[in-house]
Protein backbone atom coordinates (compact mmCIF):
# COMPACT_ATOMS: atom_id res chain seq x y z
CA UNK A 1 0.00 0.00 0.00
CA UNK A 2 0.86 3.24 -0.52
CA UNK A 3 1.24 5.07 2.25
CA UNK A 4 0.78 9.39 1.95
CA UNK A 5 1.31 11.80 5.23
CA UNK A 6 1.21 15.62 5.88
CA UNK A 7 2.87 17.35 8.45
CA UNK A 8 2.53 20.88 9.25
CA UNK A 9 5.26 22.98 9.87
CA UNK A 10 4.34 25.77 12.60
CA UNK A 11 6.10 29.01 12.52
CA UNK A 12 9.07 27.95 10.70
CA UNK A 13 10.47 30.99 10.24
CA UNK A 14 10.30 32.20 13.75
CA UNK A 15 10.80 28.90 15.96
CA UNK A 16 14.10 27.37 14.41
CA UNK A 17 16.69 27.41 16.38
CA UNK A 18 19.70 24.92 17.59
CA UNK A 19 18.72 22.75 14.76
CA UNK A 20 15.14 22.56 14.81
CA UNK A 21 14.54 22.41 11.59
CA UNK A 22 16.42 18.74 11.02
CA UNK A 23 13.39 17.31 12.79
CA UNK A 24 11.24 17.74 9.96
CA UNK A 25 14.18 16.53 7.66
CA UNK A 26 14.56 13.38 9.90
CA UNK A 27 10.98 13.07 9.30
CA UNK A 28 10.50 13.15 5.87
CA UNK A 29 13.83 10.93 5.41
CA UNK A 30 12.72 8.12 7.02
CA UNK A 31 9.57 8.46 5.47
CA UNK A 32 11.14 8.37 1.54
CA UNK A 33 12.94 5.07 2.51
CA UNK A 34 9.70 3.69 3.73
CA UNK A 35 8.38 5.04 -0.01
CA UNK A 36 5.95 7.11 2.13
CA UNK A 37 5.04 9.93 0.84
CA UNK A 38 5.25 13.25 3.49
CA UNK A 39 4.40 16.90 2.31
CA UNK A 40 5.93 19.23 4.57
CA UNK A 41 3.47 22.71 4.87
CA UNK A 42 5.30 25.87 6.70
CA UNK A 43 2.74 28.21 8.12
CA UNK A 44 3.46 31.86 9.07
CA UNK A 45 1.62 34.63 11.22
CA UNK A 46 -1.77 35.27 9.22
CA UNK A 47 -2.26 31.69 7.31
CA UNK A 48 -5.18 29.80 7.45
CA UNK A 49 -5.05 26.05 8.05
CA UNK A 50 -7.08 23.03 7.99
CA UNK A 51 -5.77 20.67 10.20
CA UNK A 52 -8.15 18.21 9.68
CA UNK A 53 -5.86 17.75 6.62
CA UNK A 54 -2.60 16.81 8.50
CA UNK A 55 -1.41 13.94 10.29
CA UNK A 56 1.52 15.35 12.28
CA UNK A 57 2.95 18.84 13.25
CA UNK A 58 6.33 20.20 13.99
CA UNK A 59 6.64 23.35 16.59
CA UNK A 60 10.01 24.15 16.74
CA UNK A 61 12.24 26.23 19.78
CA UNK A 62 12.41 29.91 19.27
CA UNK A 63 13.83 33.08 21.27
CA UNK A 64 11.90 34.75 23.41
CA UNK A 65 11.30 37.67 21.18
CA UNK A 66 10.27 34.99 18.37
CA UNK A 67 7.26 33.55 20.52
CA UNK A 68 6.20 37.37 21.18
CA UNK A 69 5.67 37.46 17.56
CA UNK A 70 3.86 34.43 16.89
CA UNK A 71 1.69 33.98 20.21
CA UNK A 72 -1.27 36.14 19.50
CA UNK A 73 -1.41 34.22 15.98
CA UNK A 74 -1.35 30.67 17.35
CA UNK A 75 -4.00 31.64 19.78
CA UNK A 76 -6.80 33.54 17.96
CA UNK A 77 -5.76 31.88 14.44
CA UNK A 78 -4.75 28.46 14.91
CA UNK A 79 -5.65 27.82 18.47
CA UNK A 80 -9.02 26.26 18.48
CA UNK A 81 -8.80 23.92 15.44
CA UNK A 82 -5.26 22.81 16.78
CA UNK A 83 -6.52 22.18 20.13
CA UNK A 84 -9.14 20.21 18.66
CA UNK A 85 -6.90 18.36 16.30
CA UNK A 86 -4.76 17.75 19.73
CA UNK A 87 -8.13 15.76 20.83
CA UNK A 88 -8.66 13.82 17.58
CA UNK A 89 -4.89 12.19 17.87
CA UNK A 90 -2.96 14.75 15.89
CA UNK A 91 0.68 13.64 16.54
CA UNK A 92 2.37 16.51 17.31
CA UNK A 93 6.51 17.24 18.33
CA UNK A 94 7.20 20.50 20.38
CA UNK A 95 10.43 21.59 21.46
CA UNK A 96 11.38 24.61 23.67
CA UNK A 97 9.63 27.42 22.99
CA UNK A 98 6.74 25.63 21.12
CA UNK A 99 6.06 23.22 23.91
CA UNK A 100 6.09 26.31 26.50
CA UNK A 101 3.52 27.98 23.99
CA UNK A 102 0.87 25.01 23.68
CA UNK A 103 1.20 25.42 27.72
CA UNK A 104 -0.97 27.68 29.86
CA UNK A 105 1.47 30.38 29.59
CA UNK A 106 4.47 31.38 30.16
CA UNK A 107 5.67 33.88 32.04
CA UNK A 108 9.53 35.49 30.76
CA UNK A 109 12.45 36.48 33.05
CA UNK A 110 11.27 40.03 31.93
CA UNK A 111 7.90 39.53 33.83
CA UNK A 112 5.96 39.59 30.24
CA UNK A 113 3.19 36.69 30.56
CA UNK A 114 2.67 35.27 27.23
CA UNK A 115 -0.72 33.17 27.05
CA UNK A 116 -0.53 29.69 25.95
CA UNK A 117 -3.01 27.34 23.78
CA UNK A 118 -3.62 25.33 26.90
CA UNK A 119 -3.62 22.28 24.61
CA UNK A 120 -1.26 20.51 27.43
CA UNK A 121 -1.45 20.74 31.18
CA UNK A 122 1.84 23.25 31.67
CA UNK A 123 3.04 26.34 32.30
CA UNK A 124 6.72 27.98 32.38
CA UNK A 125 8.04 30.56 34.76
CA UNK A 126 11.31 32.03 33.14
CA UNK A 127 14.64 31.84 35.13
CA UNK A 128 17.46 33.96 35.47
CA UNK A 129 20.18 31.01 35.04
CA UNK A 130 20.21 29.06 31.73
CA UNK A 131 19.60 25.42 31.61
CA UNK A 132 22.28 24.25 29.05
CA UNK A 133 24.14 21.08 28.36
CA UNK A 134 23.66 17.66 26.87
CA UNK A 135 20.36 15.89 28.33
CA UNK A 136 19.28 12.01 28.40
CA UNK A 137 15.84 11.25 29.04
CA UNK A 138 14.67 7.46 29.64
CA UNK A 139 11.36 7.55 27.41
CA UNK A 140 8.95 4.96 27.52
CA UNK A 141 7.36 4.90 23.58
CA UNK A 142 4.47 2.99 23.32
CA UNK A 143 4.45 -0.97 24.85
CA UNK A 144 8.16 -1.43 24.30
CA UNK A 145 11.40 -0.95 26.71
CA UNK A 146 12.19 2.19 27.73
CA UNK A 147 14.28 4.21 24.69
CA UNK A 148 17.07 6.35 26.00
CA UNK A 149 16.44 9.80 24.26
CA UNK A 150 20.03 12.07 23.26
CA UNK A 151 19.83 15.64 23.03
CA UNK A 152 20.76 19.49 23.82
CA UNK A 153 18.83 21.99 25.95
CA UNK A 154 19.63 25.52 26.52
CA UNK A 155 16.53 26.96 28.43
CA UNK A 156 15.85 29.68 30.96
CA UNK A 157 12.15 28.73 31.37
CA UNK A 158 11.26 26.20 34.14
CA UNK A 159 8.26 24.03 32.78
CA UNK A 160 5.80 22.35 35.49
CA UNK A 161 3.22 19.95 34.88
CA UNK A 162 -0.53 18.98 35.72
CA UNK A 163 -2.50 16.32 36.02
CA UNK A 164 -3.24 16.27 32.87
CA UNK A 165 -0.08 15.31 31.11
CA UNK A 166 2.33 12.85 31.89
CA UNK A 167 6.14 12.96 31.61
CA UNK A 168 7.82 11.84 28.30
CA UNK A 169 10.47 10.27 31.04
CA UNK A 170 12.93 11.03 33.61
CA UNK A 171 15.99 12.67 33.10
CA UNK A 172 19.07 10.63 33.47
CA UNK A 173 21.37 13.22 32.59
CA UNK A 174 21.06 16.73 32.48
CA UNK A 175 18.08 19.29 33.66
CA UNK A 176 15.13 18.36 32.32
CA UNK A 177 11.62 20.45 32.15
CA UNK A 178 12.58 22.39 35.59
CA UNK A 179 16.01 21.51 37.07
CA UNK A 180 14.08 19.80 39.98
CA UNK A 181 11.81 17.08 39.83
CA UNK A 182 13.38 15.07 37.04
CA UNK A 183 11.12 15.01 34.54
CA UNK A 184 12.12 15.46 30.85
CA UNK A 185 8.82 16.23 29.02
CA UNK A 186 5.22 15.74 28.56
CA UNK A 187 2.90 13.65 26.61
CA UNK A 188 -1.00 14.17 26.15
CA UNK A 189 -2.64 11.88 23.61
CA UNK A 190 -0.37 12.16 20.12
CA UNK A 191 1.16 15.54 21.49
CA UNK A 192 4.96 15.39 22.52
CA UNK A 193 6.96 18.32 24.48
CA UNK A 194 10.48 18.85 25.77
CA UNK A 195 13.58 20.36 25.53
CA UNK A 196 15.72 18.14 23.43
CA UNK A 197 17.26 20.45 20.43
CA UNK A 198 20.20 18.82 18.85
CA UNK A 199 18.41 18.06 16.53
CA UNK A 200 16.06 15.74 18.44
CA UNK A 201 15.13 12.95 15.85
CA UNK A 202 18.65 12.91 13.58
CA UNK A 203 20.02 11.58 17.01
CA UNK A 204 17.07 9.37 18.31
CA UNK A 205 15.87 7.27 15.11
CA UNK A 206 13.59 5.27 17.34
CA UNK A 207 11.17 8.39 18.44
CA UNK A 208 10.99 9.15 14.88
CA UNK A 209 9.56 6.03 13.64
CA UNK A 210 6.90 6.08 16.82
CA UNK A 211 5.80 9.47 15.94
CA UNK A 212 5.67 8.14 11.74
CA UNK A 213 4.15 4.94 13.58
CA UNK A 214 1.74 6.97 15.28
CA UNK A 215 0.18 8.70 12.52
CA UNK A 216 0.33 5.87 9.92
CA UNK A 217 -2.39 4.13 12.16
CA UNK A 218 -4.41 7.39 12.53
CA UNK A 219 -4.17 7.74 9.01
CA UNK A 220 -4.92 4.47 7.56
CA UNK A 221 -5.89 2.32 11.05
CA UNK A 222 -4.34 -0.20 13.24
CA UNK A 223 -3.45 -2.77 10.38
CA UNK A 224 -1.29 0.19 8.82
CA UNK A 225 2.08 -1.31 9.65
CA UNK A 226 6.04 0.66 9.48
CA UNK A 227 8.81 -1.25 7.36
CA UNK A 228 12.13 -1.61 9.54
CA UNK A 229 14.93 0.54 8.46
CA UNK A 230 18.98 0.38 9.43
CA UNK A 231 19.70 2.59 11.61
CA UNK A 232 23.42 1.10 12.41
CA UNK A 233 25.13 4.15 11.81
CA UNK A 234 22.36 6.66 14.01
CA UNK A 235 22.12 4.11 16.96
CA UNK A 236 26.13 3.60 17.24
CA UNK A 237 26.28 7.62 17.00
CA UNK A 238 23.46 7.65 19.55
CA UNK A 239 25.31 5.35 21.86
CA UNK A 240 28.07 7.17 22.15
CA UNK A 241 26.38 10.23 23.68
CA UNK A 242 24.73 7.65 25.96
CA UNK A 243 28.48 6.19 27.12
CA UNK A 244 29.21 9.93 27.47
CA UNK A 245 26.82 10.91 29.86
CA UNK A 246 25.18 8.23 31.30
Avoid at 21 to 45: F, T
Avoid at 68 to 89: K, M, P, S, T, V
Avoid at 90 to 108: N, W
Avoid at 210 to 232: E, P
Wanted: one cysteine or more; hydrophobic letters at 40%.
Amino acid sequence: MNYRLHLVHLYSSHMNVYGDRGNVIALKQRCAWRGIELSVIPIEPGMAVDWSDFDLAFFGGGQDSGQALIARDLLERQGAGLRAAIEDGLVLLAICGGYQLLGHYFLTHTGERLPGLGALDVYTIGGKRRLIGNIVVEARLGEGAPVRLVGFENHSGRTYHGAGVRPLGRVLAGHGDNGEDGVGGAVYRNAFGCYLHGALLPKNPQFTDHLIGLALRRRYGAAATLDRLDATLELRAQRVMLERLV
